[in-house]
């Protein structure tokens, strides 16, 4: 048994607006066969005319469980300006042109301007990894625990909250 958590950061006019939690089931991600050898689980965002069931994030974050076979290349589409990651946690295999190494299980990779495309051969075992992608904020991060703010001042501030149990507030 597995399973991942994503926190996604908001502007800076979001940051306290009502929290949202979605969990979900193995059952409840669609799925799409890219091409042969290539299944994309799509949590956020939508590839192959598939959208995933997480929705309205103000960041819209794309966020995809991809699975390759022994040997297929894949090319997934980056959206203009956005910037792309992986985290491998199964097999390994080759992200990007220029890489010499192999990029084996439990290894995140951030690929910066991704430009148009991140491209990915499979290892002899396959590879098995989660993509991320989003718009940068262009803002400050300010972060400790579980709180995302802009400054020091403001995560103060958000600790004190949470400290008095007025951080979540319903508005």
């Known amino acids: 048994m597995g399973g ?35 299944r994309v689980k799509v949590v956020a965002g939508t590839i192959a005319e598939i959208s995933g069931p997480v929705r309205d994030i103000v960041a819209a974050p794309e966020f995809f469980d991809i699975s390759l076979s ?32 192999e990029v084996l299980d439990r290894t995140m990779i951030l690929f910066g301007e991704a430009g148009d495309s991140v491209d990915v051969h499979a290892g002899r075992d396959g590879v098995r990894f989660l993509y991320f992608s989003g718009k940068p904020l262009q803002e400050p991060v300010a972060w400790r625990g579980p709180i995302v703010m802009n400054t ?10 949470y400290r008095n149990g007025t951080f979540i507030k319903k508005g």
Do not use: C
């Not at 589409?77 to 199964?90: L, S």
């Not at 020091?152 to 909250?161: G, K, N, P, V, Y």
């Open 70 to 101: 022994p040997d297929v290349h894949f090319s997934l589409y980056v959206r203009p300006v956005y910037m792309a990651a992986a985290y491998v946690f199964g097999g390994g295999g080759w992200f990007d042109q220029g890489r010499e190494a």
């Open 152 to 161: 020091e001042d403001e995560l103060r501030q958000a600790f004190s909250e």
């Open 4 to 38: 991942f958590q994503l926190g996604v950061n908001l502007p800076k006019k979001h940051k306290m607006m009502d929290p949202r939690y979605q969990e979900l089931g193995a059952g409840e991600i669609p799925t799409a066969t890219v091409q042969d050898g290539a």
